[in-house]
């Protein structure tokens, strides 16, 4: 297939989005923005890096890469728009590209959200990467920066199940409820309809959980120049989870990463209306830590406490598949 | 290296553009349109297929990819605002990041552009993919459909330089004015100043030339549904060109593609404005052709005329180093 034909087999038949002018099929696409304010990421997929044929197929692969992209822009509080995609093909692969743009179409359908750029070539290994562009309200976007002492700390949803649907994948053991783990690896919902509720709140800290959510928790503490305690045994996570090892549980739950759920940080005054919003967006939300001033004398930023007893945390790296 | 410390060597010190709230730093970049329309447009760069170590310095591989970017932005009418960058990096080209992102900000630096935001990954083979977003007064992005019969078609400065230039690069042979042909290969103009230039012209039909003049002419046609005639003894050539074989010349100036320059269709009536706009911006121009209606019993778009003799001439596929 050459690019010409995979363009025609992978463009929309029709935009969703009015801002559009120009969607594929020129040097560039064109759109026009009356009101607010534009937000755009890029993320990089790499087969067995960031995903394997093992654990998901092509549909799947595509569907999530996009979800990740779009799981950033509501970190930032921003409805998705459009995304472009570059993708890298080897010959083992050319049949299934399609699978892979409508796997990202069936995730952009639920936003609204359209396909309007691009780019193939041919090469050794699968590689994607997606441009992701959302609005927000003026003034509106969510920066990491924005924690003060004396806030609270929660999170949406349940933590590690993501990272245990990947271990029951590789696994050959049985586990209860393994579909509902495997389809939180594979189909990670981005958090944009709780993100968007939040608009009426004037001051909120949000970092989506890709690296685990004590990378992410000290990446607030550190751009808002604050100290974050999170409370091990506050942290959420769903039932079936009890049947790994204590191991496993700690260790996916503070960093497994790949959940994109919100981490958030706000004040108290909040709560209530916060609650609310979670109600009308189907969305558990769970405090789980509070905020305090930087004490000069330490270093540290982020604290777990655990049976009561309170410890400095270090941020681990994120470690991909292989 | 990793990634955090990438982030912080690559990161701008300040940003150029006023409209961005954001850069570099959180989950996403913002920034605020008031006026005027959003163009965007990615393209991806695989080594051994794009470019090669043997022939270009990370700092030229870097320039060059961006510049393949704004020339898309070029080709729009529009001038360049931000960038982003996708990067998959092996290890055996580790140290040389930083340098290809020094390319890229020579460039930018040119045309005031901000990097806001990208991804880094290990992988087993180098691979780029940026995304660039620009912007054009309203209404006056450039589209390839805008073609009409009586129109005339000319091209900016020379065909071919570009594939001469690694035509050089990969000889023994010694030649006239290499290093004019190598710097045309390495450092393509992308032509940003010409094109905004063009403001005031009310409707003209742009395409940047990478993939060879024959490529871009046929994409016009095509989706202006018009017929589009090319004299092969108007097409411009650099002088030194005249060393090459007729075969070669031929097939570089028609096929060879990479030049990044600008190829236009526009009402007779504009084309002393344009003189003078090239002048003004220190472009040369040439008329190369004009378009007729669409005969209906033909399937042909494109013809060439060659010694008084007016033939068809069909697209060829862009081949690529390898």
């Known amino acids: 297939m050459d690019e010409f034909t995979l363009i025609n087999k992978i463009k929309q038949s ?140 929660f999170v949406t949803g349940t933590l590690g199940d993501s990272r245990a649907g990947l271990h029951i994948l590789q696994s050959d053991q049985k586990y209860e409820q393994a579909d509902y783990f495997i389809k939180r690896h594979r189909y990670p919902t981005p958090r944009i309809h709780f993100s968007l509720g939040l608009r009426d709140i004037d001051r909120i800290a949000l970092n989506d959980i890709s690296d685990g959510i004590v990378s992410e928790a000290a990446e607030i503490a550190e751009a808002s120049e604050v100290n974050l305690i999170l409370e091990e045994e506050s942290l959420p996570v769903s039932k079936a989870f009890e049947q790994f090892t204590e191991k496993e549980r700690v260790d996916w ?18 709560w209530a209306s916060i609650k609310d919003i979670a109600k009308e967006t189907d969305t558990r939300v769970t405090r789980i830590g509070y905020v305090e001033a930087l004490e000069e004398e330490s270093k540290d930023r982020l604290y777990l406490v655990k049976k009561g007893k309170r410890q400095p945390i270090s941020k681990r790296g994120y470690r991909h598949l292989t």
Chains 1, 2 share one sequence.
């Open 253 to 270: 739950k503070l960093y497994g990463g790949e959940d994109f759920e919100l981490l958030a940080v706000t004040a108290e005054e909040n």
């Open 14 to 153: 029709s935009y969703r989005q009015s801002s559009l002018l120009k969607g594929v099929g020129d040097d560039a696409a064109v759109f026009r923005m009356s009101q607010g304010d534009l937000v755009t990421a890029t993320d990089v997929f790499v087969e067995n890096v960031h995903f394997s044929r093992k654990t998901m197929n092509p549909k799947q692969i595509g569907y999530r890469a996009l979800a990740v992209n779009f799981s950033d822009l509501a970190a930032m509080g921003a409805e998705p728009m459009f995304y472009l995609v570059s993708i890298v093909v080897p010959e083992r692969w050319k049949q299934e590209i399609q699978s892979i743009f409508m796997g990202m179409d069936e995730l952009a359908s639920e936003y609204q959200a359209d396909l309007i750029g691009g780019d193939t070539v041919s090469g050794e290994d699968l590689m994607i990467s997606i441009n992701v562009i959302g609005r927000v309200d003026q003034g509106r976007a969510r920066y990491r920066h924005e924690a003060k002492p004396g806030d609270l700390v």
